[in-house]
């Protein structure tokens, strides 16, 4: 380390990544709130009845998947009309704010002309959209 | 909308359980506010020992487990991500280069994880848990670590910075060192964290502060940045592989986030060094657990 000089500003680009990752956390945040009330207040039926869920915590994913009648992947989404999947899309989105924050910051390092870092991003937006695409999933 | 009194291809479900179905929630809840308010005053990202905990001690079959624990360390890391961001204690061009080989290879750590016998990744956990704990026992830290110069990777990228110290009143400039073989080690961390559910603080900070050189304070923000990113990619292949469930999920994000307020309002008050050594035994406690129920010796 050295020491003098001035503390760094937060870059702009930091800001904004800074920004929609606040805003993103605090919207999915009320979102899986909401839909879990939903669900264990049994505003919105759930698609496995509360009281049986200690039957199936304790299988595998893929058993679980099966018991419920569900697809890996997206298949989840078929099922939002019921509460304990209805509860995901708030998972779902705090998994998506991350995406959101590059896809904001990518144009600002093209701007730059800051190639290294935009093709980091580029690399990154690929990378987790490629999670997020239910491409990677886990059949047994 | 038709409830499903009993879905299709329930004969694949276990017996009835004679405990009511909201105790365990309820306790998972209790013990996550607990281990919240310890794994703050002891340093330590709640991640890290809740999958090894609750794998051991709830009737949660792994994966959901594992799920729970990714999304309890990225919801935190989301939480903190902004301030950090603004307070300049993460950086982000430090974090994005390290924080892409850690999310790509997070996805094959989750596949491996979840692909794999449970009784097999049960007993690497509890190894790893293990490790992690002599990791946490041995690993010395540098508030400021020496860094000559930076090397070429570093330089290209333009990684460095300056901040506040507020403990000595001073501006500190920092620049990082030895970022290709950081790249490789932050391979392997998002492959364990994948695979495991396990967040990657205890292995983020080591590797940015005394691999790269990262003064402590910016590699500890920057490792909780990381997190976001590392486990969002992880989170996602256990979300469509069906390892999400929100009854687990949700007491334990919240429970862990009220913990961990409360324990930032104890740190003043705590003796950090006996906590620390109380983290360091339930996670040597949950390491043996996990990998002799691996074994199936203690089932």
Same mark, same amino acid.
């Given at each position: 380390?050295?020491?003098?000089?001035?503390?760094?500003? =937060?870059?702009?680009?930091?800001?904004?990544?800074?920004?929609?990752?606040?805003?993103?956390?605090?919207?999915?945040?009320?979102?899986?709130?909401?839909?879990?009330?939903?669900?264990?207040?049994?505003?919105?039926?759930?698609?496995?009845?509360?009281?049986?869920?200690?039957?199936?915590?304790?299988?595998?994913?893929?058993?679980?998947?099966? =018991?419920?009648?569900?697809?890996?992947?997206?298949?989840?989404?078929?099922?939002?009309?019921?509460?304990?999947?209805?509860?995901?899309?708030?998972?779902?989105?705090?998994?998506?704010?991350?995406?959101?924050?590059?896809?904001?910051?990518?144009?600002?390092?093209?701007?730059?002309?800051?190639?290294?870092?935009?093709?980091?991003?580029?690399?990154?937006?690929?990378?987790?959209?490629?999670?997020?695409?239910?491409?990677?999933?886990?059949?047994? | 909308?038709?409830?499903?009194?009993?879905?299709?291809?329930?004969?694949?479900?276990?017996?009835?359980?004679?405990? @009511?179905?909201?105790?365990?929630?309820?306790?998972?809840?209790?013990?996550?506010?607990?281990? %919240?308010?310890?794994?703050?005053?002891?340093?330590?990202?709640?991640?890290?020992?809740?999958?090894?905990?609750?794998?051991?001690?709830?009737?949660?079959?792994?994966?959901?487990?594992?799920?729970?624990?990714?999304? #309890?360390?990225?919801? %935190?890391?989301?939480?903190? %991500?902004?301030?950090?961001?603004?307070?300049?204690?993460?950086?982000?061009?430090?974090?994005?280069?390290?924080?892409?080989?850690?999310? @790509?290879?997070?996805?094959?750590?989750?596949?491996?994880?979840? @692909?794999?016998?449970?009784?097999?990744?049960?007993?690497?956990?509890?190894?790893?848990?293990?490790?992690?704990?002599?990791?946490?026992?041995?690993?010395?830290?540098?508030?400021?670590?020496?860094?000559?110069? @930076?090397?070429?990777?570093?330089?290209?990228?333009?990684?460095?910075?300056?901040?506040?110290?507020?403990?000595?009143?001073?501006?500190?400039?920092?620049?990082?060192?030895? +970022?290709?073989?950081?790249?490789?080690?932050?391979?392997?961390?998002?492959? #364990?964290?994948?695979?495991?559910?396990?967040?990657?603080?205890?292995?983020?900070?080591?590797?940015?502060?005394?691999?790269?050189?990262?003064?402590?304070?910016?590699?500890?923000?920057?490792?909780?940045?990381?997190?976001?990113? +590392?486990?969002?990619?992880?989170?996602?292949?256990?979300?469509?592989?069906?390892?999400?469930?929100?009854?687990? #999920?949700?007491?334990?994000?919240?429970?862990?986030?009220?913990?961990?307020?409360? %324990?930032?309002?104890?740190?003043?008050?705590?003796?950090?060094?006996?906590?620390?050594?109380? #983290?360091?035994?339930?996670?040597?406690?949950?390491?043996?657990?996990?990998?002799?129920?691996?074994?199936?010796?203690?089932?």
């Amino acid at each position: 380390m050295t020491a003098g000089g001035r503390p760094r500003a =937060a870059l702009r680009e930091e800001t904004l990544f800074a920004a929609v990752l606040g805003a993103g956390t605090l919207m999915s945040a009320v979102v899986l709130i909401a839909g879990f009330l939903a669900y264990v207040l049994g505003w919105v039926p759930p698609r496995v009845p509360i009281a049986e869920l200690p039957r199936y915590w304790g299988l595998d994913a893929p058993g679980w998947l099966r =018991a419920v009648g569900a697809e890996p992947g997206w298949g989840w989404l078929r099922l939002v009309a019921y509460g304990d999947f209805l509860s995901i899309i708030g998972i779902a989105m705090l998994g998506g704010v991350t995406l959101a924050c590059y896809a904001a910051v990518l144009p600002m390092f093209l701007r730059k002309g800051d190639t290294a870092y935009a093709v980091i991003a580029l690399l990154e937006l690929a990378v987790l959209l490629l999670a997020a695409s239910g491409l990677v999933v886990v059949r047994h | 909308m038709a409830l499903l009194p009993v879905p299709a291809g329930a004969q694949t479900a276990g017996p009835s359980d004679p405990v @009511a179905w909201w105790v365990w929630p309820l306790t998972l809840f209790v013990a996550m506010v607990l281990l %919240g308010m310890f794994t703050v005053v002891g340093g330590l990202g709640g991640g890290t020992i809740f999958v090894p905990l609750v794998s051991g001690f709830f009737p949660f079959h792994l994966d959901f487990v594992r799920a729970a624990g990714l999304m #309890v360390a990225l919801a %935190g890391a989301l939480a903190a %991500g902004p301030e950090l961001l603004r307070r300049n204690l993460a950086d982000l061009r430090l974090a994005l280069p390290v924080a892409l080989v850690a999310s @790509a290879s997070s996805i094959v750590g989750a596949r491996i994880g979840l @692909a794999l016998p449970t009784h097999v990744v049960q007993l690497a956990l509890g190894v790893i848990v293990i490790a992690i704990m002599l990791v946490m026992v041995a690993a010395r830290r540098a508030e400021f670590p020496r860094v000559p110069a @930076a090397d070429a990777l570093a330089r290209a990228l333009g990684i460095e910075g300056a901040y506040h110290e507020a403990t000595i009143d001073r501006v500190v400039e920092w620049r990082v060192h030895r +970022t290709w073989p950081a790249l490789g080690l932050f391979v392997l961390i998002g492959l #364990v964290a994948g695979m495991f559910g396990i967040g990657a603080g205890w292995a983020n900070v080591p590797v940015l502060n005394l691999v790269m050189g990262a003064p402590l304070k910016i590699a500890a923000g920057t490792s909780v940045f990381l997190l976001s990113i +590392t486990d969002t990619s992880a989170a996602w292949v256990y979300l469509h592989s069906g390892a999400v469930m929100p009854m687990i #999920v949700v007491p334990s994000v919240v429970g862990m986030m009220i913990g961990s307020r409360l %324990g930032v309002r104890l740190l003043a008050a705590a003796r950090p060094r006996t906590i620390r050594f109380v #983290v360091v035994g339930v996670l040597l406690f949950a390491g043996v657990r996990a990998f002799l129920k691996g074994l199936g010796v203690w089932p």
